[in-house]
């Protein structure tokens, strides 16, 4: 099975900091990737499918890059609704795996 | 709008068969794949297993003995069976659809759109 890691594991950051999470495959995936939003009880959220399509109604500071092993997850500037934690899945081959998560929460 | 609910039984005994349905309402059933996700306690997802609306299946090899899903597009609805559980698989279970397009020369996923509101399975003696 692909192997997704992502960094930082958390982080903390104030409302309009540009935030960078960072998701790596164990072998190249293409740009099969999305990203998730999941807040506290809560199912995730997409955010971000195909690496860099924003998902309908996702927010513009929202920007998704990368393709083969290396993917980045970008917020231009932080809301008070982002603070949440972020998940990378591969969606080039089965199983589907998912990153460990990042949680970003306020500075 | 789509929605997706689910429901099942939320307290099993160790060795029990867990089971979950999720029902689709509000839009097409045969134009997408759909999936089971889990969430242990304080930690992350796991991916446990997709159907095609015919029927078709791919299941976490981590699960693969024990997992089912299955589908009822009379009823346009999916299910998931998870045989002899044990305290590990307690974790909130989600239901997802699978958004299925055509790229160039063959079929890819672009991304799990539309989720439930996720069942919490606890399993305890």
């Known amino acids: 099975a692909i192997q997704m890691t992502q960094s930082p594991s958390s982080l903390s950051a104030s409302v309009g900091d540009r935030v960078t999470i960072t998701c790596r495959a164990s072998?190249?995936?293409?740009?099969?990737l999305g990203w998730y939003q999941q807040k506290p009880g809560k199912a995730p959220k997409l955010l971000i499918y195909?690496?860099?399509s924003l998902q309908s109604g996702v927010p513009s500071r929202f920007s998704g890059s990368g393709s083969g092993t290396d993917f980045t997850l970008t917020i231009s500037s932080l809301q008070p609704e982002d603070f949440a934690t972020y998940y990378c899945l591969q969606e080039y081959i089965y199983p589907r795996t998912f990153g460990p998560g990042t949680k970003v929460d306020i500075k | 709008q789509v929605q997706l609910q689910q429901w099942g039984a939320g307290l099993l005994k160790p060795s029990d068969t867990l089971s979950l349905t999720c029902a689709v309402y509000g839009g097409s059933f045969s134009g997408y794949y759909w999936s089971w996700i889990r969430q242990p306690p304080g930690k992350g997802l796991e991916w446990i297993g997709e159907?095609?609306?015919?029927?078709?299946?791919d299941y976490n090899p981590s699960l693969k003995s024990r997992v089912s899903i299955s589908v009822d597009t009379s009823k346009n609805q999916f299910s998931l069976k998870l045989s002899s559980v044990t305290a590990a698989d307690t974790a909130v279970y989600y239901c997802?659809?699978?958004?299925?397009?055509?790229?160039?020369?063959?079929?890819?996923?672009?991304?799990?759109?539309?989720w439930g509101q996720g069942t919490t399975v606890t399993v305890s003696s």
């Open positions: 072998q190249g995936i293409r740009n099969d």
């Open positions: 159907i095609t609306h015919s029927g078709s299946t």
């Open positions: 997802a659809r699978v958004v299925r397009m055509l790229g160039f020369l063959q079929w890819r996923t672009y991304g799990l759109d539309v």
């Open positions: 195909a690496a860099s």
